[in-house]
């Protein structure tokens, strides 16, 4: 099969071609059709230090073609949309293999590189809101505070907040990020490059916000988070702190800090990791109803080192809204 990899410990992208694996247990081997590209690629990419062929890639749609012996949930043909699992070869390949319990059927509405552009942020979102800062519907009415809000996660996350019937505060800086961001179901937007206590003081917010989302940076806006959350309200960030920080605030409001790191029951298996199944079954029956809208913004093809070499380079500089997916291969 084709695959675009990284040889021991380099960071170029090569094209190859390699066996194709065999599912076993709970796999499902799945044919790629298209590939959704994030920062936490670009990061392993840097971060490839190992003596064995890598594959990036955690963010897919594709064709069920095989399956292992202990596999219920799904059939051969069925399309799925799954964001993967770090401790395996990734995406960019052909053919990869997927646990069933990762996975979901591709919503029915959403095309392809629609579908591909989702998972990854949809579950790290979902995680973020209802796992780690405890979101229900007793707190509908609530406020929450969403930094960086035209990014993959900040799309979807103001998409899913929203449902769940909070007040969105967002971040954005540009007019086309500031607008981006109302289209998905911000109430509010507001400046990450300036002091978010004052422009959240000015809409009315004197006492803060219940709920922070931090999806940029997490050091840059510590003392800022610390201020604008509510005594007793919560903070999650999916960006880790490059250096230590002050918690005496947080301990003065009896506020919560978390982190979401949506490989986290994958990686470490779990016992409740099928979680991910029924996240990606309920979001595409969200999808399915018009409730939830792909974030995908822009599409490259095909899928081949260069490409892929491409997709890095947007992403790196910082400017990419929404997500971004890489489709079919030649």
């Given at each position: 099969m084709k695959i675009v990899g990284l040889e021991k410990s380099s960071s170029d992208f090569i094209d190859m071609e390699i066996a194709q694996p065999v599912p076993e247990k709970h796999d499902l081997l799945v044919k790629i059709t298209a590939i959704s590209i994030n920062p936490v690629d670009t990061k392993m990419r840097v971060a490839n230090n190992t003596d064995n062929l890598k594959i990036l890639g955690w963010d897919a749609?594709?064709?069920?073609?095989?399956?292992?012996?202990?596999?219920?949930?799904?059939?051969?043909?069925?399309?799925?949309?799954?964001?993967?699992?770090?401790?395996?070869?990734?995406?960019?390949?052909?053919?990869?293999?997927?646990?069933?319990?990762?996975?979901?059927?591709?919503?029915?509405?959403?095309?392809?590189?629609?579908?591909?552009?989702?998972?990854?942020?949809?579950?790290?979102?979902?995680?973020?809101?209802?796992?780690r800062l405890?979101?229900?519907?007793?707190?509908?009415?609530?406020?929450i505070l969403i930094i960086?809000?035209?990014?993959?996660?900040?799309?979807?996350?103001?998409?899913?907040?929203?449902?769940?019937?909070?007040?969105?505060?967002?971040?954005?800086?540009?007019?086309?990020?500031?607008?981006?961001?109302?289209?998905?179901?911000?109430?509010?937007?507001?400046n990450h490059r300036e002091n978010l206590t004052k422009q959240l003081k000015e809409l009315g917010f004197i006492q803060g916000v219940d709920f922070i989302l931090c999806l940029h940076n997490t050091n840059a806006h510590w003392d800022d988070m610390q201020e604008a959350i509510r005594p007793q309200g919560k903070i999650c960030s999916i960006v880790e702190l490059a250096e230590p920080v002050k918690m005496s605030l947080l301990k003065d409001k009896s506020a919560t800090f978390s982190y979401e790191f949506m490989f986290t029951r994958s990686k470490?298996?779990?016992?409740?990791?099928?979680?991910?199944?029924?996240?990606?079954?309920?979001?595409?029956?969200?999808?399915?109803?018009?409730?939830?809208?792909?974030?995908?913004?822009?599409?490259?093809?095909p899928i081949n080192a260069a490409t892929i070499e491409e997709a890095h380079e947007i992403i790196l500089s910082g400017q990419m809204i929404g997500k971004l997916v890489v489709k079919g291969f030649e």
């Open positions: 749609v594709g064709e069920v073609v095989d399956i292992g012996a202990n596999v219920t949930l799904f059939e051969r043909g069925q399309e799925v949309y799954f964001a993967g699992d770090v401790t395996r070869p990734g995406t960019y390949a052909e053919f990869t293999l997927i646990d069933e319990r990762l996975a979901g059927i591709k919503p029915n509405t959403l095309k392809q590189e629609e579908a591909a552009a989702m998972p990854l942020t949809t579950i790290t979102a979902w995680e973020a809101l209802f796992d405890e979101i229900t519907t007793k707190d509908k009415g609530k406020t960086n809000g035209a990014g993959g996660v900040g799309s979807i996350a103001t998409q899913l907040a929203a449902n769940a019937g909070l007040n969105v505060i967002a971040t954005a800086s540009r007019t086309e990020t500031i607008n981006w961001t109302k289209r998905f179901g911000a109430n509010d937007v507001i470490y298996d779990t016992e409740d990791k099928i979680k991910q199944h029924e996240i990606l079954t309920n979001a595409a029956q969200l999808f399915d109803k018009g409730i939830l809208k792909s974030t995908l913004n822009k599409v490259l093809s």
